[in-house]
């Protein structure tokens, strides 16, 4: 499996993104897609989760501004980021696991990341 994550950047606070993960490799009919930042000095943190049922789940703190879909014909997830506030600024990371899971401890499968800054 490999994920190549792309679409990061620097913007403005209120500004939004849309980061793209491409995934290739294996593929199974079950699956968990994450997306996760790591801020420096900070603990790599869970942002968005989707499954293979369409379930997805969010970090609070990105409640209402982050959207995390999937384009399965072209086997990209996405991750849209509206209303960016600085705290957002990290390094964006991809990862892909067949079982569930919300901490970056459980999965198994990581792209190279991604840099978002917000000022």
């Known amino acids: 499996v490999q994920l190549v994550e792309s679409g990061g950047g620097s913007v403005q606070a209120g500004g939004s993104l849309r980061l793209s993960c491409a995934i290739s490799?294996?593929?199974?009919?079950?699956?968990?897609l994450g997306w996760f930042r790591q801020a420096p000095g900070k603990e790599r943190e869970g942002v968005a989760v989707?499954?293979?049922?369409?379930?997805?789940k969010y970090a609070d703190s990105v409640k209402g501004r982050f959207t995390v879909s999937k384009d399965s014909a072209k086997n990209i997830l996405y991750l849209q980021l509206n209303s960016l506030k600085t705290e957002d600024t990290a390094m964006y990371y991809c990862?892909?696991?067949?079982?569930?899971?919300?901490?970056?401890?459980?999965?198994?499968?990581w792209g190279l990341g991604t840099q978002v800054t917000v000022s």
């Open positions: 990862a892909k696991e067949r079982f569930p899971g919300w901490l970056a401890a459980e999965f198994g499968y």
């Open positions: 989707l499954d293979s049922d369409g379930i997805t």
């Open positions: 490799g294996r593929s199974n009919e079950n699956y968990f």
